[in-house]
C-alpha cells in the first residue's frame, strides 16, 4: 500500500529497497536532496514516495545499478548511519528436535493436501478418467480368447497390443504422479525457504514429511489405475507385483518432478521442463522401438531412466507365462535373474533424486537470505 503524501511525511524514516539492497534509508525530506544528487530530480508537486517507486522499478538495469551505488557512496547514508541507533537482531529461535519437527511438518502436510479438495479430487478423476480410457481402447486385449473381446472383433490374440497397453498404464503412472508436483511444489518453496531461514526445521524433516504423506497418496492412485484396468483389460500377470511395479515408476516419476522443481525458478519453467524429463524416457521403454536399432553411442541413456526399470518388472510379471512372452522379454533385455537389480535401481533413483533435491533446496535457502 503506497501512503499518501500527507502520511508519508509523518514517517520518521524511510528505507526503499530493491532486490534486498538499500536505494534510500533516511527521513521522508531527504529524499529530494539526495535523489538530485543522483540528476534524478522529483517534481515539487510528486510524492517522493512515488518518485522513488517508479525510478527503482524501472527495467532498466543500469539504472537501478547506478541508484544502488548511488546510496552507498552518498553523505545521506553516512548521516543515516550517524543517527540510527543500533538495533541488534534477536538470536533465530532454537530447533525442536528431528522428532517433534518430522511430526509437526507430516500433520501440517496432510492437512494441507486434504483440505485442497479441488486438487485431490482432480488428481484422483483423471486417473479414473485416463485409465477407463486406455480399458475400453484395449478391452480384454490380455486375453488369449478372441471372442472375449466384446467391444471389436479380433481375430487373434495381439502381443504387440497386450504390451502397448502395459505399457499405457505405465506412462499413466509416471506423469500422473510427476505433474503434481511440479505445479505445486514450486509454489510451495517460497515458504520452505522462509521457515528454513528462520531456524524453525531443517531440509531433512521437511522432504521426509512430505514423501510420508506423498506415498500413500501415489499407493492409492495405483491401486485405483489397476482396480479400473486389470479386469478390463484381462492382465495375465499378478496384480500385486503389477501395482507395486507401477508405484516405484511413480515414486522415481515424483522424485524427478521434485528435483526440477527443486531446481528452477517458479512453476511455469517446472511444467516447460517436463517434456525433457519424460518424453525421452517414453522412446527408451522399449516399446515404440527395438533397442537394438537405437544408435550404440544412444543406447546408454536407457540406464537413466526409471520408466524403462520399471517396464522390465511390469514385462517380466505379465508376459513370463504368455505364448510369444519369452521373445518379447529377449527383445527389451528383461532378464528374470535380474528383478532384484531393476527394484533396487528403481528405489535408488527415488531416494537418491530426493536426496540431491534437498542439497539443492538447502543451498537455495541459504543463498536467498546471505
Known amino acids: 500500500h503506497q501512503p499518501s503524501s500527507e502520511i508519508f511525511q509523518l514517517f520518521d ?3 526503499f529497497l530493491v532486490g534486498g539492497e538499500v536505494a534510500y534509508h533516511g527521513p ?3 529524499i529530494r536532496s539526495h535523489f538530485n544528487t543522483l540528476k534524478l530530480f522529483c517534481p515539487e508537486d510528486y510524492n517522493p514516495a512515488d518518485f522513488v517507486i517508479f525510478s527503482i522499478q524501472t527495467d532498466n538495469e543500469a539504472q537501478i545499478r547506478f541508484i544502488l551505488d548511488g546510496w552507498k557512496t552518498s553523505s545521506s547514508k553516512r548521516a543515516a548511519s550517524l543517527t540510527s541507533p543500533e538495533i541488534e537482531m534477536p538470536s533465530p529461535p532454537k530447533r525442536k528436535g528431528f522428532f517433534i519437527e518430522l511430526a509437526a511438518l507430516v500433520h501440517r502436510e496432510a492437512k494441507n493436501v486434504l483440505r485442497d479438495k ?3 479430487g482432480a488428481r484422483f478423476v483423471s486417473t479414473i478418467f485416463l485409465s477407463l480410457i486406455y480399458s475400453l481402447v484395449f ?5 488369449p480368447n478372441p471372442e472375449d473381446s466384446k467391444l471389436v472383433d479380433r481375430e487373434s490374440y495381439d502381443l504387440q497390443s497386450h504390451a502397448g497397453a502395459l505399457t499405457m498404464l505405465a506412462i499413466g503412472g509416471m506423469f500422473g504422479s510427476a505433474q503434481p508436483l511440479l505445479l505445486t511444489f514450486a509454489s510451495e518453496r ?4 522462509r521457515e528454513y531461514a528462520s531456524n524453525m526445521y531443517g531440509t531433512t524433516p521437511y522432504f521426509l514429511s512430505k514423501t510420508a504423506v506423498e506415498i500413500p497418496l501415489l499407493v492409492a492412485q495405483c491401486l485405483v489405475q489397476w482396480l479400473v484396468a486389470f479386469w478390463m483389460m484381462n492382465m495375465q500377470g499378478n496384480f500385486g507385483l503389477h501395482l507395486v511395479g507401477t508405484f516405484l515408476i511413480a515414486f522415481a516419476a515424483a522424485s524427478t518432478g521434485l528435483l526440477s522443481a527443486c ?19 517414453i522412446l ?8 537394438e536399432l537405437i544408435p550404440v553411442w544412444m543406447r546408454w541413456l536407457q540406464y537413466l531412466c526409471s520408466l524403462k526399470w520399471g517396464m522390465n518388472i511390469l514385462l517380466q510379471n505379465e508376459f513370463a507365462d504368455v505364448e510369444g512372452g519369452s521373445d518379447l522379454l529377449k527383445q527389451n533385455d528383461v532378464e528374470e535373474d535380474d528383478l532384484g537389480i531393476y527394484y533396487g535401481v528403481l528405489l535408488a533413483i527415488a531416494i537418491g533424486f530426493r536426496i540431491i533435491a534437498a542439497f539443492a533446496l538447502s543451498r537455495k535457502a541459504k543463498a536467498f537470505y546471505n
Open 13 to 15: 524514516q524511510a528505507i
Open 28 to 30: 521522508p525530506s531527504g
Open 118 to 120: 479441488g486438487t485431490l
Open 139 to 143: 478391452f480384454q486385449i490380455g486375453s
Open 190 to 193: 517460497p515458504v520452505f525457504i
Open 263 to 281: 531446481l528452477v525458478k517458479d512453476a511455469k519453467q517446472a511444467m516447460e521442463t517436463a517434456p525433457g524429463l519424460f518424453v525421452p524416457q
Open 284 to 291: 527408451l521403454a522399449g516399446f515404440f522401438i527395438k533397442m
